[in-house]
C-alpha cells in the first residue's frame, strides 16, 4: 500500500507557465511590544499557482493567514521568506520603487470592506479615472469617457452612476465600481479578499457572476479568498485549503469538496448545509478547532497519543487519480489498499 508523494513543485494549472506562482511562502508577525522576541507563525511553506483565466478559490476559518497571504502577494506586507513570481519574474527580487507601480498594473487587489475602500468625499467618475491616470490608461477626453462608461457597463453599472457618491450606492453596486477601478488597469490577476462577505446574500451572487465573466471573457486569474465552501464550489475552478498557516489540500472545486481528504476539510465542509447530508456536523469540535487555527502549536488533528503524527511537516499525498490534481497534506492521509481512490483513518477523524 503505497500513496504517490508529490514533488516540491506546485501542480501548475492550465496550459504553459502560471499567471502567479507562490513558492515556500512564509510570514512570522513579531507580537508584544519591541523588546519581545514572541512572534506569531502567519504563513508557513505556502505553494500555490494560478493558471491563467483560472480562479483558485483560497478557504480556511478566520486567522488561518488568507488575508496575510493575499497582502503578501500584493506587497503590502513583507514575507518572510519565499517566492513570489508574476509572469515568471520574481517580484521580490525587483527594485521596489521601479516594481511597484509596474506590478500593481499586474496585478490588483479587491478587499472585503466596500464602504471603507471608496473615500466618501469623491464621485465613483474620480476613482476611475484616478486609477486611469496613475497607470497612465488616460487617452483624451473623449477616449477616457467611452473608458470609463465600458467599465462601468463591464461591472453592470449605468454610466449615469459616474456622478454619484459612495454613499448613493448599495453595498453590492460599491463592490462593483470597487472592481470597475481595479479593471482600469487591466490587470492579469486579481486577488479578491472576501469580496462578498459584507454583502447582503441576495447580492452576492452576482458579484460571483461577474468574477466569473472576467474570468470568461477577459482572461483574468483570480484568487478568490472566503470561507464559504458553496461559494468556492460555485465559482472556482480551484480550492486550496488553508489551515493554521499552512495549504493542507488542493484539488478541483468539485472534487476537493466532493471528496475532501483532510479532516480539516472535512470538518468545513460538514459544516455548510447541505439537505442531503445528515448530522456530521459537531459544533463543539469546531469550536476547538477554531482555537486551534488561532494557537497552532501542534496540528489540531492529531489527537492519538498511541501514535502521535510526527513532529515533521507531513508530505503531500495524491488523491485519487492524477488527473484531477487532488492532493492532501496530513499524516492521517491512507489511500485505500489496491485502489486510486479515497480512502481516510477514520478513527482520528471523527
Ligand atoms: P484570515 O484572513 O485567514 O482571517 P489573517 O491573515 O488575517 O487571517 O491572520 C493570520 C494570523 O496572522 C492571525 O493569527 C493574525 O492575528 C495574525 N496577523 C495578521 N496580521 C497581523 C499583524 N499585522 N500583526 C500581527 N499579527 C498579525
Ligand atoms: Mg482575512
Redesign the pocket.
Known amino acids: 500500500m503505497s500513496s504517490t508523494v508529490l514533488g516540491a513543485a506546485a501542480p501548475t494549472a492550465g496550459t504553459g507557465q502560471p499567471a502567479l506562482e507562490i513558492r515556500g511562502l512564509s510570514?512570522t508577525?513579531?507580537?508584544g511590544g519591541l523588546l519581545s522576541r514572541k512572534s506569531?507563525r502567519?504563513?508557513h511553506q505556502v505553494d500555490l499557482s494560478l493558471g491563467r483565466g483560472e480562479i483558485v478559490a483560497l478557504v480556511?476559518?478566520?486567522?488561518?493567514?488568507?488575508?496575510?497571504?493575499?497582502?503578501c502577494v500584493a506587497r503590502l506586507?513583507k514575507p518572510s521568506s519565499g517566492e513570489i513570481l508574476l509572469d515568471g519574474v520574481d517580484v521580490l527580487k525587483r527594485d521596489r520603487f521601479q516594481a511597484s507601480r509596474a506590478y500593481r498594473s499586474q496585478l490588483q487587489m479587491v478587499f472585503q470592506d466596500p464602504f471603507g475602500s471608496l473615500n466618501p468625499a469623491h464621485r465613483i467618475e474620480h476613482f476611475l479615472r484616478r486609477s486611469l491616470a496613475i497607470h497612465g490608461k488616460a487617452g483624451s477626453a473623449a477616449a477616457t469617457q467611452r473608458r470609463l462608461e465600458e467599465l462601468m457597463a463591464t461591472v453592470g453599472l449605468q454610466p449615469d452612476m459616474l456622478n454619484s457618491y459612495p454613499h448613493e450606492l448599495s453595498g453590492g453596486q460599491r463592490q462593483r465600481v470597487a472592481i470597475a477601478r481595479a479593471l482600469a488597469v487591466e490587470p492579469q490577476v486579481i486577488l479578491a479578499?472576501?469580496p462578498t462577505s459584507m454583502l447582503d446574500v441576495s447580492v452576492r451572487i452576482g458579484i460571483l457572476n461577474l468574477m466569473r465573466k472576467l474570468r470568461d471573457e477577459q482572461g483574468i486569474s483570480m484568487l478568490y479568498?472566503t470561507?464559504d465552501l458553496a461559494s468556492a464550489r460555485y465559482l472556482a475552478d480551484r480550492t486550496a485549503v488553508?489551515f493554521a498557516?499552512e495549504l493542507v489540500e488542493e484539488g478541483e472545486s468539485l472534487d476537493l469538496l466532493a471528496n475532501p481528504a483532510h479532516p480539516y476539510t472535512q470538518l468545513l465542509v460538514s459544516a455548510v448545509p447541505d439537505p442531503a447530508r445528515s448530522g456530521s456536523y459537531d459544533p463543539v469540535r469546531r469550536a476547538e478547532l477554531r482555537a486551534a487555527v488561532?494557537s497552532p502549536a501542534s496540528c489540531a488533528f492529531d489527537g492519538d497519543p498511541e501514535q502521535p503524527c510526527s513532529a515533521e511537516q507531513p508530505v503531500r499525498h495524491r488523491v485519487g487519480s492524477p488527473d484531477n490534481r487532488h492532493w492532501v497534506r496530513c499524516h492521517l492521509y491512507r489511500p485505500a489498499a489496491g485502489s486510486a481512490g479515497h480512502a481516510l483513518v477514520e478513527s482520528k477523524v471523527s
Open positions: 510570514k508577525f513579531p507580537i506569531v502567519a504563513l480556511g476559518e478566520s486567522g488561518s493567514g488568507k488575508s496575510t497571504l493575499a497582502r506586507e479578499d472576501e479568498i470561507h488553508m498557516g488561532m
